[in-house]
Antibody, heavy 115, light 110 residues
Framework: EVQLVESGGGLIQPGGSLRLSCAAS????????MSWVRQAPGKGLEWVSV???????YYADSVKGRFTISRDNSKNTLYLQMNSLRAEDTAVYYC?????????WGQGTLVTVSS | NFMLTQPHSVSESPGKTVTISCTGS????????VQWYQQRPGSAPTTVIY?????PSGVPDRFSGSIDSSSNSASLTISGLKTEDEADYYC?????????FGGGTKLTVL
């Protein structure tokens, strides 16, 4: 059974750093396109980043230079390293697998950036 | 930058049919696949349509997707509405290597 479990969210002060994890089971992370999508409180979905199976990475302009997507093949886990966090980064962060039957989403982890 | 525009909200009665539109800002919406996601309050999104008109396993055939090149738009149609269909619906496509989302449509079934 395919499963995605995000973790690592929490309360962080502006300017701080946080690393989100997305543990996968039932498939191999490195063989799939994997994305991070976020949703600010009461707002719509916003794409954040993608890592392709070949290793190429892409970012939304709003996070470019501050966030880094990566994966650990031995742990079958996707990561999002978030630096220089701002209040506007406050959101639920979802990881998603781009599968042959459409994207499959995790349950999300909440990141709150506040002093 | 490519954008997708959805109506803010739609409402319809149980048993009826509703269509939610998703209009592309430029280029041809048919050039890239469109996905549709359902998000119930407090829950993560789930895919109801992928690759314009394909339904994942477990999604009822009351859900269907289509593309209209003449209006540069995609549509999600839900027939035989049930109260459980009440949710936010988002369309999504691509701009180069990035995902682009519509702003979301709140479906009320009353």
């Amino acid at each position: 059974e395919v499963q995605l479990v995000e973790s690592g969210g929490g309360l962080i002060q502006p300017g701080g750093s946080l690393r989100l994890s997305c543990a996968a089971s039932g498939f191999t992370v490195s063989s799939n396109y994997m994305s991070w999508v976020r949703q600010a409180p009461g707002k719509g979905l916003e794409w954040v980043s993608v890592i392709y199976s070949g290793g190429s990475t892409y970012y939304a302009d709003s996070v470019k230079g501050r966030f880094t997507i990566s994966r650990d093949n031995s742990k079958n886990t996707l990561y999002l390293q978030m630096n220089s966090l701002r209040a506007e980064d406050t959101a639920v962060y979802y990881c998603a697998r781009d599968s042959v039957s459409g994207p499959y989403w995790g349950q999300g982890t909440l990141v709150t950036v506040s002093s | 930058n490519f954008m997708l525009t959805q109506p803010h909200s739609v409402s319809e009665s149980p048993g009826k049919t509703v269509t939610i539109s998703c209009t592309g800002s430029s280029g041809s919406i048919a050039s890239n696949y469109v996905q549709w996601y359902q998000q119930r309050p407090g829950s993560a999104p789930t895919t109801v349509i992928y690759e314009d008109n394909q339904r994942p396993s477990g999604v009822p055939d009351r859900f269907s997707g289509s593309i209209d090149s003449s209006s540069n738009s995609a549509s999600l149609t839900i027939s035989g509405l049930k109260t459980e269909d009440e949710a936010d619906y988002y369309c999504q496509s691509y701009d180069s290597s990035t995902w682009v989302f519509g702003g979301g449509t709140k479906l009320t079934v009353l």
